[in-house]
């Protein structure tokens, strides 16, 4: 436990049922999905990952990335480049609650 109340709700797989998005607001979250899948549970070559988002990404997006699942090193290796590209291409990058703010 963090202590923290999470504000964010991410459904499962992003199936936004009736039923999940009417309890997460009742437990005070808002729901958020992606914009931006570029598979990285899949596991691609982190060349590959990184190239996913960069050929794909658009301002405003949110970019779907996992952590704990399978093995994640692919994700992990790719984000270096993922990261200094966008920042060269004057992407600003923001927490969901900037972005959506």
């Known amino acids: 436990m963090t202590g923290i109340w999470p504000q964010w709700f991410r459904p499962p797989f992003g199936f936004r049922y009736p039923w999940n998005v009417t309890q997460a607001a009742r437990l005070g979250q808002a729901t958020v999905t992606w914009s931006l899948n570029p598979r990285d549970f899949e596991s691609p070559p982190p060349e590959v990952l ?18 704990g699942m399978r093995d994640q ?11 200094r590209q966008l920042a060269r291409q004057s992407f600003e990058l923001l927490r969901v609650d900037q972005l959506l703010a």
């Open 50 to 67: 990184a190239q996913r988002v960069l050929r794909q990404a658009r301002s405003g997006d949110i970019v779907l990335l996992h952590d």
């Open 73 to 83: 090193s692919c994700t992990v290796a790719a984000l270096p480049t993922i990261l």
